[in-house]
């Protein structure tokens, strides 16, 4: 009898053992929800900075515009695991010489586009803005009339205005 009732006990605590370990793998998985969805808020946020510092130029820009971005993005490739290249230029010796080619006299398309799809920017493109001049013509035609009036005495003239606007009273000597 005594090594049936010390059997039921180990039964019990084995039991309660399994129990713990159950509740204690809910907890775990629960928890690592909730931290997966910071890490990824997280990730989300350090993406949307990442990029931040390039949107703005985004458009049509001068080229001092075009040559601040180019310092941006040396300062970004000699800190940041996320390389940017210009106009297909990596290093910080192509990336200069791409912007010491800007034309001061000239407006400049810049694009920016995530190749690798995963969220971080790494694609600019720096295009001359279309430039040019061109010659039109027009005709036009228009009537209008116009009338004055005038008094007088003695010897009086007066005159009616064509076109647009008002005639004039001219009086002569009294």
Request: charged share 10%; net charge negative; with cysteine.
């Amino acid at each position: 009898m005594e090594n049936a009732s010390k059997a039921l006990i180990i039964a019990g605590a084995i039991l309660i053992s399994i129990l713990l370990i159950s509740v204690g793998i809910m907890v775990m998985n629960s928890t690592d929800e909730v931290t997966g969805g910071m890490q990824q808020q997280m990730d989300s946020t350090a993406i949307q900075t990442f990029n931040s510092q390039f949107s703005n130029y985004i458009g049509t820009q001068s080229a001092s515009v075009a040559r601040s971005l180019c310092s941006t993005v040396i300062a970004n490739n000699a800190t940041s695991s996320h390389q940017v290249t210009v106009n297909g230029k990596a290093t910080s010796a192509e990336i200069s010489a791409e912007s010491a080619a800007l034309d001061t006299k000239n407006n400049y398309l810049i694009n920016i586009i995530d190749n690798d799809n995963d969220g971080y920017y790494d694609t600019i493109t720096i295009t001359l803005q279309g430039s040019g001049t061109g010659t039109g013509t027009g005709a036009g035609t228009g009537t209008g009339t116009g009338t004055g009036t005038g008094t007088g005495t003695g010897n009086a003239t007066r005159t009616t205005g064509t076109g647009t606007g008002t005639g004039n009273s001219n009086t002569g000597n009294n």
